[in-house]
């Protein structure tokens, strides 16, 4: 099976990658904002960006199909003021952000403050559920053959069960 070109790979670019679409008001007070090549991750994040903004009365964003790689995000201002002045904020408000992030990032893996995983160490079913089994074991919970036990005992059960509903439900018929 042939394997399908990622949707940014393709994408016609032309002109700028932020564009203001047409219907917007005088003064930009209600625009609506298509970025090119970018999806619901920065859609997502400029939304709630501008959303802080005590100026911002209504935002919103989409992404018209699936096949295209852009968003469109519909920005309404109070008090006349601009919605360009408030997604140029946003903007600079998110980069900002970013930095600080990648700052803490890089701070915490030149101190090594994380949890390191051993290479050895694997995390495949089977050997997950055989360290979980070690661990219930030894906090005294049971063990793993006792489980199973107990299953066994309880499908039996239930199959018993089923075999008497069943034979009562043929002698039921046999008497009609």
Request: glycine residues 8%; charged residues 30%; proline residues 3%.
């Amino acid at each position: 099976m042939a394997t399908l070109p990622n949707r940014h790979e393709i994408a016609p670019v032309s002109g700028d990658k932020v564009s203001i679409l047409p219907g917007a008001t005088e003064g930009y007070i209600q625009a609506t904002f298509c970025i090119l090549e970018e999806d619901h991750t920065l859609g997502n994040l400029l939304r709630w960006m501008l959303m802080k903004n005590p100026s911002v009365e209504f935002c919103g964003y989409s992404a018209p199909h699936p096949s295209e790689a852009k968003i469109h995000i519909r920005v309404q201002m109070y008090d006349g003021k601009s919605a360009l002045d408030a997604m140029n904020e946003a903007l600079d408000n998110l980069e900002s952000m970013a930095g600080v992030i990648l700052e803490k990032y890089n701070e915490s893996l030149e101190q090594g403050d994380f949890d390191r995983i051993a290479e050895d160490e694997k995390y495949d079913f089977e050997s997950v559920n055989q360290r979980l089994w070690a661990q219930k074991e030894a906090e005294g919970r049971g063990t793993e053959a006792e489980f199973l036990a107990e299953k066994r005992k309880q499908a039996d059960a239930a199959g018993a069960a089923k075999d008497v509903q069943g034979k009562k439900g043929k002698a039921v018929k046999a008497e009609r």
